[in-house]
């Protein structure tokens, strides 16, 4: 955990995030959090670390996503040397996947 991210209001806008019940409260309070523009940055870069998981090359990802090659580089470094944060997301959502 990096510890210039870790701060009381940090951890207080993840315990609001943690109490969302659905995907109508996700948007009605990201809606609110977010421009859509920061909403849409952080969906494309989740599709960025799911294509490339899935082994797309750079010019695939960039072509559908229309992520800039240096976004698709910092999601692919994170990927690689982050915390594992997509990793155990991906995991998760696979899991749900096959429980159904």
């Known amino acids: 955990m990096n510890k210039k ?17 659905d ?3 996700c948007y009605d309070f990201f809606e609110d959090l977010c421009t859509v523009n920061e909403l849409l940055s952080l969906s494309q870069r989740y599709e960025v670390a799911s294509m490339l998981t899935e082994k797309k090359t750079y010019m695939d990802i ?6 800039s090659t240096a976004t698709i ?20 959502l696979k899991e749900k996947e096959t429980a159904k």
Do not use: H, P, W
């Not at 991210?5 to 951890?11: C, G, L, N, R, S």
């Not at 960039?62 to 992520?67: M, S």
């Not at 580089?73 to 998760?92: A, C, P």
């Open 5 to 21: 991210i870790k701060t009381d209001a940090v951890d207080q806008l993840f315990d609001a995030i943690l109490c969302l019940k």
């Open 62 to 67: 960039a072509e559908k996503t229309g992520a």
């Open 23 to 25: 995907k109508n409260e």
């Open 73 to 92: 580089s910092r999601v692919n470094r994170s990927l690689n040397y982050g915390n594992d944060g997509y990793e155990m997301v991906f995991q998760r």
